[in-house]
């Protein structure tokens, strides 16, 4: 069973936006306390972009794309949102959502390395082209 869907990627110019939407099921979201999006380009390892809470408020989004990515949710739809503004072409890559298990806010930011770990839900990705 999917429990994680990607969509909105696709190719735009550097300066454009995209909003990237992650459907999750009512099973993968109640059972995880936050929604991750992650980013993988080839030759690379996969890096976490951008974590929201389920049940509150808080996000958090890597200081190399903050003053543009933007983390939401609709509880109510089951879904989060990455909102990309004024991309580059170094933003491309296939943008990934997983929902599971992530440490308590103050303990967030710190453990970006290791996001991946606490995942029980991955979508197939959604691919992010950038040109200049």
């Known amino acids: 069973q999917e429990h994680l869907a990607e969509s909105g990627g696709g190719s735009v110019q550097a300066g454009e936006s995209l909003r990237l939407t992650c459907t999750a099921s009512?099973?993968?979201?109640?059972?995880?306390?936050?929604v991750i999006w992650f980013r993988q380009t080839p030759g690379a390892e996969r890096e976490g972009v951008a974590a929201i809470y389920v049940n509150k408020e808080t996000t958090y989004v890597a200081d190399s794309v903050k003053d543009r990515f933007t983390v939401s949710k609709d509880k109510a739809k089951n879904e989060a949102y990455l909102e990309m503004t004024n991309l580059k072409p170094e933003d491309s890559g296939t943008y990934i959502c997983?929902?599971?298990?992530?440490?308590?806010?103050?303990?967030?930011?710190?453990?970006?390395?290791?996001?991946?770990?606490?995942?029980?839900?991955w979508g197939k990705g959604t691919q992010v082209t950038i040109s200049s």
């Open positions: 997983a929902a599971g298990y992530c440490p308590p806010t103050p303990l967030l930011a710190s453990a970006r390395s290791a996001w991946a770990n606490g995942m029980d839900y």
């Open positions: 009512y099973h993968a979201y109640s059972m995880s306390n936050c």
